[in-house]
């Protein structure tokens, strides 16, 4: 079945860091892409997407690029915030373009920035 | 912007009984979406509906149902709770022209005692 993994947390880095948080998955066909942001008591809010292959998705400083040849999907921003402290979900649907499908979520990444 | 709305967003049962959730799309959205998140876990997706008919389904037990209404909005029944039921429930909603791209509410706690 469909899977995705990505890297344990929490990371914690400083203010203006460079981040990188990996992810990787698992899929029959052409998945859509996704990276969601969980605040604390809140629920999930869209970062991010990539339908097709070499699509980059951004949004808020945050990168990142679909990889069909090494399955990735790893999110990027250039310098980070306290503000930007947060769960990190990335997640893929079966089709691409969505349809009503179900999304197949990592376990998250807890980014903690310091200041 | 309108939301997705979520209700009631905390509910305490008791084992054994049954609880509906209730959840109200975005304006103009025609799926909806239903996932469970444990404490510290992933959202896991339970099951979903186009134009009030079921479209996927994922790993929702026997004992819930759920259905999408004419006016859209969706209702998830849980019956002979468990312990193990004990989660935050997220509805998302999207809509076809856009790519079904999922707008998740604000979740319900569940807490079973």
């Known amino acids: 079945g469909d899977s995705v993994t990505q890297m344990e947390g929490p990371v914690t880095l400083s203010e203006e860091a460079f981040l990188t948080i990996n992810c990787t998955y698992t899929?029959?066909?052409?998945?859509?892409l996704f990276w969601y942001v969980q605040y604390p008591g809140e629920g999930l809010q869209l970062l991010l997407k990539?339908?097709?292959?070499?699509d980059k998705g951004s949004n808020k400083g945050f990168e990142a690029t679909y990889r069909k040849e090494t399955t990735s999907f790893h999110l990027e921003k250039g310098s980070v915030q306290v503000s930007d402290s947060a769960v990190y979900f990335c997640?893929?649907?079966?089709?691409?373009?969505?349809?009503?499908?179900?999304?197949?979520f990592g376990k998250g990444t807890h980014l903690i920035i310091q200041p | 912007a309108a939301g997705v709305i979520q209700s009631p967003r905390h509910l305490i049962k008791e084992k054994r009984e049954t609880a509906t959730l209730k959840c109200y799309p975005i304006?103009?959205?025609?799926?909806v979406y239903w996932y469970q998140q444990g404490p510290g876990q992933d959202p896991q997706f339970l099951i979903s509906?186009?134009?009030?008919?079921?479209?996927d389904k994922g790993s929702i037990p026997d004992r819930f149902s759920a259905q999408q209404f004419s006016d859209y909005h969706s209702e998830l029944n849980m019956s002979s709770l468990e312990l193990g039921d004990s989660a935050l429930y997220f509805c998302?909603?999207?809509?076809?022209?856009?790519?079904?791209?999922?707008?998740f509410g604000p979740g319900t706690r569940l807490t079973v005692t």
């Open positions: 998302a909603s999207s809509l076809e022209v856009q790519g079904y791209e999922q707008y």
């Open positions: 899929a029959t066909g052409y998945p859509s």
């Open positions: 990539a339908t097709k292959a070499d």
């Open positions: 997640a893929l649907s079966r089709r691409s373009g969505g349809g009503a499908d179900g999304l197949t």
């Open positions: 304006p103009r959205h025609d799926t």
């Open positions: 509906f186009y134009e009030k008919m079921q479209s």
